[in-house]
């Protein structure tokens, strides 16, 4: 068995016992491999191995990455901060943009899916700790831009996401992530019908907190592939 697949057979038990212990069903979470700076024999292996989804954060890396067949066989997810002149090459390519957090990014997203005659999903990101150096939504503005979001029709937005601070004390995350479970049950029910299905949120150090607050989707790097290493 290849290191990947070990893994994410370890990560998957892991989650199932998250799920459990917090009265879950385990079939309800999906596990997207946040595979930024690994190349596409990595990819392959994670899919192999079985994996929801792939997420990439760079559209550049992204591209070149297609042209090698990386995420042949699994969805492929964009997760990283998008910029505005960046927003056509990843529109219809990849099935969800798990970050779409501002208002500017969702008329761009929704005036490129016009433009291919699609229908893009994405998920909101919440800045849930109100961070400078971190894109997404404010809490307070969330709301507000949820409900604007359902006038674009060429967006069906289907979740939140959110990265929260850096952890500082084991737990830290916790209060976080409960706050967003909160948001995202609120706003589906009252604007989308109940009809919400992704809370994206829990990485390598903290997804079994994800878990316990809700999370349906976690997005997993080091713990699946490996300490990334930074030039
Ligand atoms: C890198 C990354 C992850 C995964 O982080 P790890 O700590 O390596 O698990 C998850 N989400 C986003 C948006 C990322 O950029």
Known sequence: MSTIEENIRSIRSRMAA????????PGDILLVGASKMNDAAA???????????LGENRVQEMTA???EHAYDGAPLH???HLQRNKVRQV????SLIQSAGSWELLEEIERQAEKKDLTQEVLLEVNIGGEESKSGFAPQDLYEAAEKARDLSHIRVRGLMTIPPVEQVPHGNLPYFVEVSRLYVDISRKLYDNSFA?????MSDDFEDAIAAGATMVRVGSAIFGRRHYQ
């Open 43 to 53: 990819c392959q292996a994670a899919i192999q191995a079985g994996i929801d989804a």
């Open 198 to 202: 992704y809370l994206s949120m829990g």
């Open 18 to 25: 998250a799920a459990e212990k917090a009265g879950r069903d």
């Open 65 to 67: 990455k297609l042209q």
């Open 78 to 80: 964009f997760i990283g």
């Open 91 to 94: 529109v219809g390519v990849v």
